[in-house]
Structure formats: structure tokens, C-alpha cells
């Protein structure tokens, strides 16, 4: 077996690479919720300032049998780099996996980096390979979160009275930059994350603006917000990407701000953004940590079910 770097200038490279993640994930997943095409395509060729990434092959002759990915995140995190590694089902159990692992550690090392992230999904239903092979590469569990998924469309839901609806695509509009961020900073802070130990991102405007720029490439961005009617404040945000072309949206962050919690505005946010979608979308996918009482009733309630486990892993890099 020969493992070597993918030439990220090459197309066609970048295209088997991409299947290979694609159909691996895929295997013993039947809700995965994959990269799509165009986002991974961004993510190759026009690396941004915030992380780097490196990614292998592994070829057995001339087929290719595996792929790993390494992210190096260059802003925080300078300790911890993410891995990831898949290999074709009629190919497995034969070191493969073993062999992208070992090849991405040693990089991750070469940077400085004391430990390996990842996260492992795991169907309800179906048995996958995923968290035994992080287990026996020496993996500890340090969070969990439910993938769940709904069916569109979702009954209504009214927003409070004593607020109204802002919602906008794309780039954030000025007259709410600042209170979308101090939104943005306080999700970031307060997300649950476990015992896993990393450090929060910090969002300004720049690096806003630099996410809001990539993500449109790939996805048409969406975000519905509560404004509250006496001083226009912004008490809470839903975020939603919708990959270009597909029939699915991905429910990202909903927050909603502490002095403005109580008033069922996260679900409320959630079904406005789901009723202005296009009729071809037809489910979503979200993820919550099970501890996220508050958010996990919301979600049940309008309708989603858990569909996988998700574990945030870690590995010693010593
Ligand atoms: C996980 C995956 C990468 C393993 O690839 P692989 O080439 O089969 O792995 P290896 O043959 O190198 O296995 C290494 C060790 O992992 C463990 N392992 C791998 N698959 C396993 C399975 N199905 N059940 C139990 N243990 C397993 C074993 O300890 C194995 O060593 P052994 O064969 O000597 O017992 C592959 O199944 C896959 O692509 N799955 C989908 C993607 C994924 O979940 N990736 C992991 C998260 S990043």
C-alpha cells in the first residue's frame, strides 16, 4: 500500500477524493450529512487564513481504497489538530485505516500539535466501524451530541408578541452586525461541549464577514432572528444552511440570549426559518447534546428524531 498526498491542483484527484469520503461515510450511515461537492472544492482550492488542511490517499495498486484529512486550525487550538479517516467498505479490516492514522498523526506532531480531535457518527440502526477503530487507535470519548432529523414541513409556530421576525440570506446587514455578533460570541461561549477542552473561536467583524464571504460559495445561508418590538434589540437567532442544489437544509446554531429566554422563541425561530424554505426541501438535520434539556424538548416537539450519535473524540499525540 502506498499512501501520498492528494494534489489539491488536480481535478480529477480531487473529485476520486472526494467519492471515496463520500461512499465510506455513507456505507453504514444512511443520514449522513456530508461536506457537499462545492463546499469541499472551496475548502481545496482556496484555503482561508483560519486553518490549514492536508489530505492523503491511500492506493492499493492503482485503486484507491482510503482518504484522511488533517486540519491544522491556525487562529486557536494550536495544540489540537482534527483527523479524519475513511476507507472503502470492501477494503477494510486490512491496516488501511491503521496506516492514513499513523501517517496523519506524524504530521500533526511535525506541527506541534499534543492531541487528535475527531468525531465519530454512529447510526442507531446500522453497526458502524467508525468508534472502535477510533477506540482501538487509542480515542477516549469526551462528548456526545443526537443527530436528529425532521421531516418538512414542520407545523407552524408564532413568534411572542413582544417580538418580530428579522430574517435575511447571505451577509449579516449592517444595522445588526453588532448585536448578531455579540449573538454569535455568546453561542460560541455556551455551547455544551463536555470534557472536550477546546478553546472558544472569537468572532469580530472581520472574520465574520471572511466566513459569511466562503460559506456563500457554497450554500445559501439563512438566518431568522427575534427582534424585540420595544428597543429593537436582538434577543435570539436561528442559522440554517441549505447546500446549493439539494434537498436538504442543515439546521446550525439556534440561540437564544439569556435576558430574552422563556418565551419560546427558539422554536418559533426554527419553524419561520423552515416555512420559507423552497418546497425541495424536504428534511433537516440538526445535532444537540441529549444534556440540552431546553433544546431537545424544542426539537422533539416539532417533530425531529434522533437518528445517529455523534462522538467528539480525543487522542494523545505524546
Ligand atoms: C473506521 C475505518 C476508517 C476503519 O478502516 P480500516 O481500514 O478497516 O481499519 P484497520 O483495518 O486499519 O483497523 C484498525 C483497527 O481498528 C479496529 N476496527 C476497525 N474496524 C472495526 C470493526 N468493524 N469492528 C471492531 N473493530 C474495528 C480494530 O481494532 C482494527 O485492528 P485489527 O483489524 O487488527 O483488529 C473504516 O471503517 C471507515 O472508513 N468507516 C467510515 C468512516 C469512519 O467512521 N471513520 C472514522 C472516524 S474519522
Same mark, same amino acid.
Given at each position: ?21 463520500? #461512499? ?10 456530508? $461536506? ?6 472551496? @475548502? ?9 488542511? &492536508? #489530505? ?8 484507491? &481504497? ?10 486557536? =487550538? ?8 475513511? &476507507? ?5 479490516? *486490512? ?19 499534543? #492531541?487528535?480531535?475527531?468525531?465519530? @457518527? ?23 451530541? +443526537? ?36 449573538? *454569535? =460570541? $455568546?453561542? =460560541? ?27 456563500? #460559495?457554497?450554500?445559501?445561508?439563512? &438566518? ?5 418590538? @420595544? +428597543? ?18 442543515? $439546521? ?8 430574552? *429566554? ?29 444534556? =440540552? ?26
Amino acid at each position: 500500500m502506498d499512501i501520498r498526498e492528494l494534489d489539491v491542483t488536480d481535478p480529477d484527484a480531487r473529485r476520486r477524493w472526494y467519492d471515496v469520503q463520500d #461512499r465510506s461515510a455513507r456505507a453504514d450511515r444512511p443520514y449522513a450529512l456530508l $461536506q457537499a461537492f462545492d463546499a469541499f472544492e472551496v @475548502s481545496a482550492t482556496q484555503p482561508g487564513p483560519y486553518a490549514e488542511r &492536508v #489530505r492523503w490517499e491511500a492506493h492499493d495498486g492503482d485503486r484507491l &481504497v482510503g482518504v484522511a484529512e488533517l486540519e491544522l486550525p491556525l487562529a486557536e =487550538n494550536l495544540d489540537l489538530g482534527w483527523a479524519e479517516v475513511h &476507507v472503502l467498505p470492501e477494503h477494510r479490516r *486490512r491496516g488501511v485505516g491503521r496506516a492514513l492514522w499513523h501517517v496523519l498523526a506524524d504530521r500533526a506532531r511535525a506541527a506541534g500539535r499534543t #492531541r487528535a480531535g475527531g468525531e465519530v @457518527s454512529v447510526d442507531l440502526a446500522v453497526a458502524g466501524a467508525g468508534f472502535d477503530f477510533a477506540t482501538a487507535m487509542g480515542a477516549v470519548e469526551k462528548h456526545r451530541e +443526537d443527530h436528529l432529523v425532521a421531516d418538512l414541513p414542520v407545523a407552524p409556530l408564532g413568534i411572542h408578541p413582544d417580538y418580530e421576525l428579522v430574517t435575511w440570506r447571505g451577509r449579516c446587514p449592517d444595522e445588526h452586525r453588532e448585536h448578531y455578533l455579540a449573538m *454569535r =460570541n $455568546q453561542m =460560541n461561549a455556551d455551547v455544551p461541549a463536555g470534557e472536550l477542552d477546546v478553546e472558544t473561536t472569537v468572532l469580530d467583524d472581520a472574520r465574520l464577514a471572511a466566513s459569511e464571504e466562503r460559506l456563500a #460559495r457554497s450554500y445559501d445561508v439563512r &438566518v431568522a432572528a427575534a427582534r424585540r418590538r @420595544s +428597543d429593537g434589540v436582538l434577543g435570539g437567532y436561528s442559522l440554517l444552511f441549505v447546500p446549493h442544489g439539494a434537498d436538504h437544509a442543515w $439546521q446550525d446554531d439556534t440561540l437564544v440570549m439569556p435576558s430574552h *429566554r422563556g418565551h419560546r422563541l427558539g422554536g418559533a425561530l426554527k419553524a419561520a426559518a423552515y416555512a420559507a424554505l423552497p418546497p425541495s426541501i424536504t428534511l433537516v438535520h440538526t445535532w444537540t447534546a441529549p444534556s =440540552n434539556t431546553a433544546m431537545h424538548r424544542t426539537n422533539t416537539a416539532m417533530g425531529f428524531r434522533v437518528v445517529e450519535h455523534m462522538y467528539e473524540v480525543e487522542i494523545p499525540l505524546a
